[in-house]
Nanobody, 129 residues
């Protein structure tokens, strides 16, 4: 059974950094675009970033509010996708989920959760002073 597993969440102070990791149990991230999403209490889940695979591996998208602070990358030898989060803000607090989409793409519009069919359980990120 395919399972995505996130790790690396925790607490940070504003301006701090965290690195999230996403891998799979029972399957692979190869051939698939992968996205990171977050959900703050009382808010809808929103797309944070995504990355393509193969000939689209350089395709990335970022939520406007995280652009320049977050960086998504993937190490296919380790079957892992990372989200490096720098200059964290209180507004970045939430549960972060990774998800796999059926295609290898990450183009315009690929921060929509509806395009992703396999999700992890999430990892909590808390940014506070």
């Amino acid at each position: 059974q395919l399972q995505l597993v996130e790790s690396g969440g925790g607490s940070a102070t504003p301006g701090g950094s965290l690195r999230l990791s996403c891998t799979t149990i029972g399957s692979t991230l190869h051939y698939h675009g992968v996205g990171w999403f977050r959900q703050a209490p009382g808010k809808e889940r929103e797309g944070v970033s995504c990355i393509g695979y193969g000939n689209t591996i350089n395709d990335t998208q970022y939520l406007r509010s995280v652009k320049g602070r977050f960086t998504i990358s993937r190490d296919d030898a380790k079957n892992t996708v990372y989200l490096q989060m720098n200059a964290l803000q209180v507004a970045d607090t939430g549960v972060y989920y990774c998800a796999r989409n059926p295609e290898n793409a990450c183009g315009a519009g690929y921060l929509s959760p509806r395009l992703y069919d396999t999700w992890g359980q999430g990892t909590q990120v808390i940014v506070s002073s």
